[in-house]
């Protein structure tokens, strides 16, 4: 446990007018500063009705003061909170004074920078924090806390474990060959290394689950005009967002919207309709339509029923990037009279579907559901992007040294790509992280956490 020299403050609760307002301040210097503002220290972490005083004894505020001595608090240091009431100027006077007296004013995220340094929380425990906050959904939240809790850390550490095991025993026939260790000995070692992998295979799919909890899934419905694009968001948005009319080359811009369906978050695009024009403000719609596309999770190409699938249509399919899937709607089905249905032969799924009454949607919902492995279990942990990134670096790690294992027996590059591997997971929890890591990490999260 760390005591920095340095004492900070920020003001907790957000921005604007509110019933209560939450001063925070952590540091060494706390128990004078508390000494001087409040008289004296109140009971460790015991509610305490005060009167807030600046050096000259005037009154700022009244209200609850709470402090947690060393090392009982979030962030290990000590912490004084001031809970007095909600309007800015109250709250900046406060953080003045506190400035007056020593503290200096806290980075993004620099209390739970501060927690993280002291060991009261992993790094991923860190995130959590500020993943809770931002959960924009129950499953979201209830992700998050799981992630605070520490049921992920505890995952991914017994994975490290199961790592560091293997590199024991690898390292250990290497260093002492005179034990007569077997590197192949009834394929144990090779059965160990793959259960490891299988482990590690769990923990992706709960954590790439978690990642669409925090994240969200970006969809993009593309298409040749008129085709049904903007009233197929309309209804996935459950009102009118997007304009509707029978002229061709109505949306001209993206038009965003962000939904949940049954709990999974959606960033859904909509585009103008991909044509080649004369006017000029067309063009640039359609060059934004094939910008959003090149970003999306996934492309919902969406197609007149009426007319089938054109060459137009398949000359889109063909002009995605490589790493876009798309499903395409067969929209107006209320024209052609024909049921609405999933075919999914191997090709590019196909949903056949009416956005004007909504015949179909369901199909759809639970179609992106699917594509994402989207489930409301209690199994997922919030992630980020650089969680999963880690993982896949240690597959990849893992894969080599099997590789080295069964085809070559090398046993010093079989313990060396463990080595890599447990580091990769090791930069989750901040077992193993650089100081660029957590400040990229820290900086995004709210002043005052």
């Known amino acids: 446990m760390q005591q920095r020299g340095d004492t900070i403050c920020a003001v907790a609760t957000p921005p604007g007018r509110g019933g209560v307002g939450i001063v925070r301040v952590s540091g060494a210097a706390v128990p004078e500063i508390g000494i001087r503002m409040l008289g004296s220290l109140p009971q460790p972490r015991l509610a305490s009705h005060r009167v807030f005083k600046n050096a000259r004894g005037e009154v700022l505020d009244e209200g609850v003061a709470i402090y947690f001595p060393a090392p009982k608090s979030f962030t290990g240091e000590h912490v004084l909170e001031f809970h007095g009431h909600g309007g800015p100027i109250v709250l900046e006077r ?51 806390v799981r992630s605070l809790q520490g049921e992920f850390s505890t995952t991914v550490n017994a994975l490290v474990d199961a790592v560091i ?115 000029i403000v067309e063009r640039e719609g359609v060059r934004r339509a094939w910008g959003a596309i090149a970003d999306a999770d996934r492309v919902l190409l969406v197609a007149d029923a009426t007319l089938g699938m054109s060459d137009a249509e ?69 992630a980020r992007r650089r969680h999963l990134n880690a ?14 294992l069964t085809e070559f027996a090398a046993g010093e590059l079989l313990a060396e790509e463990l080595r890599l591997a447990q580091e990769s997971l090791g930069e989750i929890t901040g077992r193993f992280s650089s100081e660029d890591l957590l400040s990229r990490i820290f900086t995004s999260f709210c002043i005052g956490k």
């Open 165 to 279: 095991e293997l590199r024991v025993y690898v390292e250990s026939a290497i260093d002492f060959p005179e034990e007569e260790i077997d590197f192949l000995s009834a394929g144990k070692l090779v059965d160990r290394l793959e259960s490891v992998m299988d482990r590690l295979q769990q923990v992706k799919r709960s954590a790439s689950r978690g990642q669409i909890l925090r994240d969200g899934m970006t969809i993009v419905i593309a298409g040749r005009p008129n085709a049904g694009k903007s009233s197929l968001l309309n209804r996935l948005a459950g009102h009118d967002i997007a304009i509707v009319t029978d002229v061709p080359g109505t949306t001209r811009d993206l038009l965003k919207e962000h939904i949940h369906v049954e709990g999974m978050p959606l960033h859904v695009i909509d585009t103008a309709g991909l044509r080649e024009s004369g006017d």
């Open 94 to 144: 406060i953080v003045r004074e506190l400035l007056c007296l020593g503290a200096r004013l806290a980075g993004p995220g620099e209390f739970s920078e501060r927690a993280f340094l002291n060991g009261k929380i992993d790094l991923a425990q860190a995130e959590a924090v500020a993943d809770l906050i931002a959960a924009t959904t129950e499953q979201g939240a209830r992700a998050a």
């Open 314 to 382: 398949r000359s889109v399919l063909a002009r995605l990037p490589a790493h876009v899937e798309a499903t395409v709607i067969l929209n107006k089905i209320d024209l052609t009279g024909a049921a609405a249905g999933l075919v999914n032969d191997g090709g590019n799924p196909t949903i056949t579907l009416s956005a004007r009454s909504g015949a179909g949607l369901d199909i759809l919902r639970d179609h992106l559901k699917q594509c994402m492995d989207y489930r409301d279990d209690e199994s997922a942990f919030i």
């Open 391 to 404: 993982i896949d670096r240690a597959g990849q790690h893992l894969e080599a040294g099997r590789v080295q």
